[in-house]
């Protein structure tokens, strides 16, 4: 069997991923510029399953580098993380996450084909379903997307597509994902972004730790309960899970599949907010602030899909992800 290779896994999803993988006896290969994450992630993967994997740190859009380390490693599988992430970010800089996201895609996929590596897990997201109406099913009409982000996803799906009808070989398998939060149970690995977070939970995490003043709560006038957004937050160990079954799956199988993973349950953010406050007996300041550009009131998803032919299905509860967000803030420093 030859190895998994994670791109971007040092990422916050990437090194879970890595985690689950080797407890499941599987080699893998991480591959990262870090741009957005830390070598040090490399130590902690090792401590918590006692097995080092192996690094290279190089971005996928370079060619020969990437072509380096196919020559290098006989990489059976996959599974896609590297990419910029940050929605509000994309709005104002859609060029530099076009160039990055699509560049990286096309230069692994071209790579791929060269070595015969005939299967691949993408992190896709939940942003390709635009504007709709949940729950979102995968079989829904994707695009309608709301910010540049969502777009480099949908364009990827598509590509991805398309490479799988034209190479009937090929294997490839789309990971729509909704809100992964918490951290490994460990407290050694989480979500731990450079410079102000773009994202709710470690906001929070930063608050309670003193380290930010408060929490800005963007938008309090979206057509929800409370008038906060609301979204299907996931546990990144759950997650990660589910891409060790989606390998399997795609191992086993050629074309293209889509995937949501998530709980099937939407909370809001200031549901979050009081969640993480009784978890970890807490009180999290927060002010309200303007919208931002590109948020939807509502996401969440149908998760049926994956239970049926993954064998998956979330298991953790948002108190978990809350106590296991705290616990990695408070190792991390």
């Avoid at 791109?7 to 985690?19: E, Q, Y």
């Avoid at 060269?114 to 979102?136: E, K, L, Q, W």
């Avoid at 149970?185 to 930063?206: D, R, V």
């Avoid at 298991?315 to 978990?320: A, F, I, S």
């Amino acid at each position: 069997m030859g190895k998994i290779l994670l791109t971007g896994g040092c990422g916050f999803i990437g090194s879970h991923t890595a985690v689950e993988l080797l407890q499941e006896g599987y080699e893998v290969v991480i591959a990262d510029n870090l741009s957005n994450s830390s070598a040090d992630v490399i130590d902690k993967i090792e401590k918590i399953t006692g097995i080092r994997p192996l690094f290279y740190e190089i971005d996928v859009a370079d060619a020969a580098a990437l072509t380096a380390l196919f020559a290098e490693q006989p990489v059976e599988a996959v599974i896609h993380f590297a990419g910029f992430k940050a929605v509000a970010e994309s709005v104002e800089r859609p060029l530099a996450y076009y160039r990055n996201n699509l560049d990286s895609t096309l230069t692994l996929l071209e790579t791929m084909a060269r070595y015969g590596t005939s299967c691949i897990v993408f992190s896709s997201s939940a942003t390709v379903y635009g504007d709709g109406v949940p729950p979102f099913s995968e079989d829904l009409k994707t695009g309608g997307c709301t910010n540049p982000y969502g777009w480099t996803k949908y364009m990827i799906e598509q590509i991805l597509k398309d490479a799988a009808h034209a190479a009937p070989s090929l294997s490839a398998i789309l990971l729509r994902y909704f809100n992964p939060v918490g951290a490994h149970a460990s407290g050694l690995i989480g979500e731990k972004p450079n410079g102000i977070p773009n994202n709710l939970m470690p906001f929070i995490s930063q608050v309670a730790a003193g380290i930010r003043d408060h929490l800005n709560v963007f938008g309090s006038d979206y057509p929800t309960p409370d008038g906060t957004c609301i979204r299907d937050y996931i546990h990144v160990v759950d997650l990660a899970k589910g891409h060790v079954a989606a390998l399997r799956y795609g191992l086993n199988h050629s074309g293209a599949e889509v995937f949501n993973l998530g709980t099937g349950k939407g909370s809001s953010v200031l549901e979050i907010v009081r969640a993480f406050e009784k978890a970890n007996d807490l009180k999290i300041p927060y002010e309200i602030a303007p919208r931002r550009a590109g948020d939807l009131p509502f996401s969440f998803a149908k998760t049926e899909k994956a239970e049926k032919l993954l064998g998956w299905k979330a298991e953790k509860t948002l108190e978990d992800m809350c106590r296991d967000a705290w616990r990695f803030e408070q190792n991390s420093r």
